[in-house]
Nanobody
Framework: QGQLVESGGGPVQAGGSLRLSCVAS????????IAWFRQAPGKEREGVAG????????YVGDSVKGRFTISRDNAKRTVYLQMNTLKPEDTANYYC???????????????????WGQGTQVTVSS
């Protein structure tokens, strides 16, 4: 399913904002359900937000609801994660994953994704 490349991470103070980008090298990425996951040291990979292939359906995890928004620009083969009101507990390595299947309400299961990026680190200081 091609390569995914994340960017936009970095250090930020609590209450601040960041926008992450996930660029797909495969021109057929318009067919992919794409989601953002995060993983902190010693913790399992957690689904943050997911979006359908043409962007008409999106999901956001309970821990970030009201603060994070997912969107996509298929002309740029890019999925964005806008993160507002960041908290220290949001500190993690953030990954994007792609699936050719529409995953629906089960979007948060990492095993359903067959392509992953290398991740971008987000560090929120208090």
């Amino acid at each position: 399913q091609g390569q995914l490349v994340e960017s936009g991470g970095g250090p930020v103070q609590a209450g601040g904002s960041l926008r992450l980008s996930c660029v797909a090298s495969d021109p057929t990425s318009i067919d992919y359900f794409i989601a953002w996951f995060r993983q902190a040291p010693g913790k399992e990979r957690e689904g943050v937000a997911g979006i359908s292939a043409i962007g008409t359906v999106s999901y956001v995890g309970d821990s970030v609801k009201g603060r994070f928004t997912i969107s996509r620009d298929n002309a740029k083969r890019t999925v964005y994660l806008q993160m507002n009101t960041l908290k220290p507990e949001d500190t993690a390595n953030y990954y994007c994953g792609a699936s050719r299947r529409f995953l629906g309400p089960s979007w948060g299961r990492a095993a359903d994704y067959t392509s992953w990026g290398q991740g971008t680190q987000v560090t929120v200081s208090s």
